[in-house]
């Protein structure tokens, strides 16, 4: 039981800080996510975990893998997830995972989200600017009337984004807690 509530609290304090309304961005203001876990297998058996988790989460491992590398323990991933926010209904994304031995490095990337009625759209640093710039609108709005539908439309723009970060981090939590207790260890 302890080794359940240890992820589910390490997941719990991960997405409690990033549920401020905005996206973490690289040094590139890319939207990029990442996990480094020190699971106690060799390389060949993370990086068969993280096949099998493939599997298991995207069904189709031939459509979700991209890319394979078992000598490397290099694995890539294309595929995409479910997600509510008020424009996309999934979110389609870039997943590398190296794997070494006793640890492996899971980063997610080139977020595009998808919906049945747009093209998709790359998902970047615009998100984030968008909440600053309804921040923005609020302090300076004078009109009541005004002011409520900027709160509304801050609180729409922000639950979007938290909503994309939950989604992303649950798969890497998925990742690190499959990983962690396939074939007993």
């Given at each position: 039981m302890k080794y359940l509530l240890l992820p589910l609290l390490?997941?719990?304090?991960?997405?409690?800080?990033?549920?401020?309304?905005f996206l973490p961005l690289n040094e590139q203001k890319q939207v990029y996510y990442?996990?480094?876990?020190?699971?106690?297998?060799?390389?060949?058996?993370?990086?068969?975990s993280a096949q099998n988790w493939v599997t298991h989460t995207f069904g189709n491992y031939e459509n979700a893998v991209?890319?394979?590398d078992p000598a490397?323990?290099?694995?890539?991933?294309?595929?995409?997830?479910?997600?509510?926010?008020?424009?996309?209904?999934?979110?389609?994304?870039?997943?590398?995972?190296?794997?070494?031995?006793?640890?492996?490095?899971?980063?997610?990337?080139?977020?595009?989200?998808?919906?049945?009625?747009?093209t998709p759209i790359r998902i970047s640093s615009k998100e984030n600017d968008s909440v600053l710039a309804k921040e923005v609108s609020i302090k300076t709005e004078t009109n009541k009337k005004k002011r409520t539908e900027s709160e509304q439309l801050l609180?729409?723009?922000?639950?979007?984004?938290?909503?994309?970060?939950?989604?992303?981090y649950k798969l890497l939590a998925g990742l690190k807690e499959f990983i962690k207790s396939e074939n007993g260890h």
């Open positions: 390490l997941f719990i304090v991960q997405t409690g800080f990033c549920q401020d309304g990442s996990d480094v876990a020190n699971p106690h297998k060799s390389k060949a058996e993370i990086y068969k991209t890319q394979e490397s323990g290099k694995l890539t991933i294309n595929s995409y997830i479910p997600v509510v926010t008020s424009l996309y209904n999934y979110i389609r994304f870039d997943l590398v995972i190296d794997c070494k031995d006793n640890q492996y490095q899971a980063r997610i990337d080139k977020l595009d989200g998808i919906s049945p009625t747009r609180q729409i723009a922000k639950t979007d984004n938290d909503n994309i970060n939950h989604a992303i």
